[in-house]
């Protein structure tokens, strides 16, 4: 889990530049989903007070880490969204888990993927939050959303759009491994909860 968090906030900070696409995504969308994916299989194998401990020293570690190899701003947005985003994970989660297979883990991931996309890239690069850090011109510069030359926005929202759209298309790849993992647990007497 740390070492998912500090590589993806290292990673935000960096476009994607392959396929264009530096306007629209950031290399930390590839990375970030896969921490909704270890809380999920904590939470299915241990039950949500062990995912939530995981998900607390996970975001201690990791503010602090993050606070050296990025920047105290990302750190700030980080740990906020990241705490906030996985709790409510870990509740959603633990709701649906007697639903089927694929239930819990895709609508937690995805409710929580939403919040933590508005928490994050709101703090990490909207100018409204300088008081954490000084602005990034490049991520507050005025880009063409998606190609309309009508709509202009910050470079930032349109990285959050991109990466909310990347960390669905993660949620949904991560089924299989899900299912692959959680069928290993029922041999090893998951938590109900």
Same mark, same amino acid.
């Given at each position: 889990m740390i070492l998912v968090v500090v590589a993806s906030n290292i990673l935000v900070q960096y476009p994607f530049k392959p396929l264009g696409l530096s306007d629209l995504l950031t290399w930390g969308a590839f990375t970030y989903p896969i921490a909704f994916f270890i809380t999920d299989i904590t939470n299915r194998r241990y039950g949500p007070k062990k995912a939530r401990l995981i998900?607390? !020293?996970? &975001?201690?570690?990791?503010? &602090?880490?993050?606070?050296?190899?990025? =920047?105290?701003?990302?750190?700030?947005?980080?740990? =906020? $969204? !990241? @705490?906030t985003? /996985?709790?409510?994970?870990?509740?959603?989660?633990?709701?649906?888990?007697?639903?089927?297979?694929?239930? $819990?883990? @895709?609508?937690?991931?995805?409710?929580?993927?939403?919040?933590? =996309?508005?928490?994050?890239?709101?703090? $990490? +690069?909207?100018?409204? +939050?300088?008081? &954490?850090?000084?602005?990034?011109?490049?991520?507050?510069? /005025?880009?063409? +959303?998606?190609?309309?030359d009508f709509l202009q926005v910050p470079r930032w929202f349109s990285w959050a759009v991109g990466d909310l759209v990347v960390k669905f298309i993660v949620a949904l790849a991560l089924l299989f491994p899900f299912a692959i993992i959680k069928n290993k647990i029922g041999v090893w007497k998951e938590v109900k909860v």
């Open positions: 998900v607390f !020293f996970g &975001f201690i570690v990791a503010v &602090f880490l993050s606070i050296w190899f990025a =920047t105290p701003r990302i750190a700030i947005a980080s740990g =906020t $969204a !990241f @705490l985003a /996985q709790l409510i994970d870990v509740i959603i989660f633990s709701k649906l888990r007697d639903a089927k297979w694929w239930k $819990a883990p @895709l609508i937690s991931s995805s409710i929580g993927s939403v919040i933590d =996309t508005i928490i994050f890239f709101s703090i $990490a +690069f909207s100018a409204s +939050f300088v008081i &954490f850090g000084s602005n990034d011109d490049f991520a507050i510069s /005025q880009i063409s +959303f998606f190609g309309m």
